[in-house]
Structure formats: structure tokens, C-alpha cells
């Protein structure tokens, strides 16, 4: 079973390029060559990872309202170390071809929002992993983005000339950013949900083998007659269940032993569940199908994810 | 009139020629999230023209105090931070004592509307163009006005880009950005095209 925070979601399922828009501002605009994007992934990589880590330490009885102006001030005290290294790292010319968009980097979402709703109700070690696979995953959207346009635009790659037979000016414009990231996010995410339906065709076989595991029946292979498919989604719902009723961020894997509780337990409820599960899966299908990370919410204060 | 027109003539440059979203991407992602509901159109869009207006003439102050440290480019981000924190606490600590009920209906989102890249950004921008006082003034409240216009159009566009005509995985956030994109071309003829090349 995997973890109901699956640490690795940062990477695809909520990049915050390509899924998400949590950051794309710099992308749009600034990321038109490999090496602006380089000095952007390294700045954002430097600010959010250190920011994250000490704003960890201020005390949750602070008002969130107030809380946020102290993370914000904490990310641009990392931000001077931060533009420095990138300085030596990168040169000056690229840092200051970058313009505004580095600075703006301090008020990014992973720091004001996804530590609230996210990165500090985990414990610290599984923050860490968590907060890593975001970082990589924007850096990846990042790099891939100006190594694109770079090419695309002017048939370069960091400065080196490559044969192209055409090339398209238009992609270092923020016009061209916006079309080039739209379109990347539309194609980002028809192939993640080709490859999530056909995923979720296979848990269907993988639950069966380890519903037969559990309750010793053997129903792998073939086709599934009404009442198997009813056990199928009897046995997610007990999985479900026994995620509900464990504290998941303190364990990385539930025992076979309860999983069966909760399914003795539903099947001594009756089968309402089973539908029930049906239900949910129809709905997660729809939501997902539109915008895989409405998942993290939109309308509340603690769902404002994706606003920097 | 010098001071009223140079005021007029930042705000209408920072509307149309130099749209904080639209030729910057600056706070596209607020965009996108402000879009969503009329109200939050609204409150975005005073809590930014506010913001970005008020902190003008301290950002202008500060520019001429410590403008020729030489790493004042690299602690401008805390020093502009720290301006805009006092403002909103200042302002909220007024709202919260005169307004309750304001305060209530604003608490929810009014952090993510003052600290975001479209206020910063807009902050370094009046820097790098180093104007006058008055400048910085009509940059500060064109900018919002500016985002009222980008989110207007996207609010208006909303139900359509989100409907079932559009493809699952294009529905929603990427057409946005696409339809953002076109708008953004739209306003790049404002910025100066010629037919004498044609």
C-alpha cells in the first residue's frame, strides 16, 4: 500500500509548473535559455529548502495571518546568500539578465502555502523527502522549459549553436512563455492521465491478488463477474478504511493484518460500502480528469495552494 | 498638472504597455486563482492597488537613500519585504479594529493577495525604471488597475474554458495559461508595431 501522502506527488502529480501553476511566472518570462533556468532553479532551490526548514521553528500559536509575513521576511533573509552564490555560480550577466525574477522567488507557494497545508502536519524526516520532490520537480519543469525555448528560439543550447532547419523567435517572448507552458501542461498532463488510467486498470488486478491474499479466495485473471468486482471494491474500501484509521504519516506501510480488520469490519456492516467506494472512485476519476491537482484544494484559506 | 500628468501617464503605461501579468507573467498564478470568483477579482484587486500604491513612496525613499550600496540589489528583497509587512499589518490591525466584519470576510485570502510575486515584482519594477516620486505613485495604482483588467477577461472567459468542449487534460489550468498567452499577444501591439517592414 502507499502512503495517502504519496511524497513523491511534487514530481508529477502536483509539479508546480506543469500541474499545479504554483510558480510560473519565472518560468514564463524568464526561463528563455539553460542557463537563466539554472540560476532560477538554483535561487528557488536555495530559498524554499532553507525558508521551509527554519520557518518550521516558529510557533503554530502565532496567527497564520501574521506567521506569513515572518516566513516571507525569512525567505529574503535567505535570499541574500542565496543571489550571491548564484552570482559566482552563474556570473553576474545571467543574474542580472534574470531581473525581477529571481527576488520574486521569496514568495513562492511552497513556502506561504503547502507549509500550512502540507509540508508541517508531516513529521520532519518525511517533510524533507516531500519538500525535495517538489524542489526537483519545479527544477526539472524549469530547466526543461528554457532548454526548449533556447533551442526553439534561436537553435542554441547554453550558447552552443545546434542545426535546427527553423527557428521560432516568438517562444523569448512572455506570449510565447505562456503558450509553450500551456501547452506543455495540457500534453504534461493527457500522458499523466493516459498513464493513471491504465494504472489504475492494473491495481484492479494487483487488489484482486491481494484480496485473495487476505480473505484466501483466488479471483486473479480474467474476466470478473459482478460479484468479484463487488469484492474488489469491498477490499478498497477496507484499505481506505485502515489508512483512515492509522496514522499514516507516522507509518510508511499498513500490515496485511489491518487491512483485514476494517474489511471484517465493513463486511460485518453490510456491503453499503462497496458502492459507497464506487461512488468515490467515480467522482475522483471526474475531478481528476479536469485538473489532477484540484486534489489540493481551491476555495479556503487552507486551499489557496498555487498563489505566489 | 506635471505632477497629475505624470502620474496618468505611469498608470496608463503600467495598464496597457507594461501590464504587470499580461507582459510580465508577474502574479499569473494569483491570476489564475482570483479569476475563479467575482469577489476575489475585487478583493485581489484592491488588496494589490492598495499594496503596490502605498508602498510606493517608501520604496522610492528607500531607492534614494541606499541606492548606491553597492549590495543593495541583493538586500532590496528583505527591505521591500519588511515595508510591505508593516503595511499590512498596519492595515489589518485598522480593518480588524473599525471594520470587524470586513475583517472577517478578508482574513481568508488577504495574505496571498499582499504577499505574492505581482506586488514584489511590481515594487522592483518602479526600481529599475528609477522615476520620480509621482511615477512611482501612478506605477503603484496602475498596477492594480492593470490586474483588474487581466482578471476580468479571464473571469469572463472562465465557464468556457472550463467546459466540457475543451479537452480533459487541456480543461482548466492550461487553456487558462494558452487564453492568458493570447490575451498577452493581444496587448504586445500596445508596445509598438510598424507596417513600414511589411
Known sequence: MENRINLKDGLIKQNMVFMSGMLIAPVIACATTLMKSLAICFVFSFVSVAAILICRLIPRAIVYTIRVTLYTIIAAVCYIPASLLAGLIFGETVVRAAGVYLPILITNSLILSKTETRFYVEPVHHMVRDVFWFVIGFDAACAATGLFREFLASGRIAGAEV???????ALETTFGGFLFVGIGAGLFRGVYNYRKAHAAAAEDEDSLAE???DVGEFLVGGHHSKGEREKIRIYKAAVKRAQNENDLLEMEFLSNRDVLAAFEAIVSEGQELGSESQTEDTADTDAEGSQPDESSGVED???????? | MDIFLSIVSAALASIFLQNLVLERALGANVLLYASRKKEHVVGFAVAITYT???ASPFIWTLDRLLGDFE??????????VLTVSVIYIVTLVLIWRFFPTLF????????????????IGALFLYSQQGNDLFAYIGYGFGT????????????AAADRLNSSLVPAAFRGYPIMIVYVGILSLALYAFTGYSTSAV
Open chain 2, 104 to 119: 472577517k470576510s478578508l482574513r481568508k485570502y488577504v495574505h496571498l493577495s499582499v504577499f505574492n510575486s505581482s506586488v
Open chain 1, 163 to 169: 542545426p535546427i532547419l527553423f527557428t521560432i523567435p
Open chain 1, 211 to 213: 484480496y485473495a491474499e
Open chain 1, 301 to 308: 484559506a487552507e486551499n489557496t495552494e498555487g498563489i505566489t
Open chain 2, 52 to 54: 503596490t500604491t502605498i
Open chain 2, 71 to 80: 549590495y543593495y540589489s541583493v538586500f532590496m528583497p528583505l527591505l521591500y
Open chain 2, 144 to 155: 492594480g488597475i492593470g490586474f483588474v483588467l487581466a482578471a476580468y477577461l479571464l473571469y
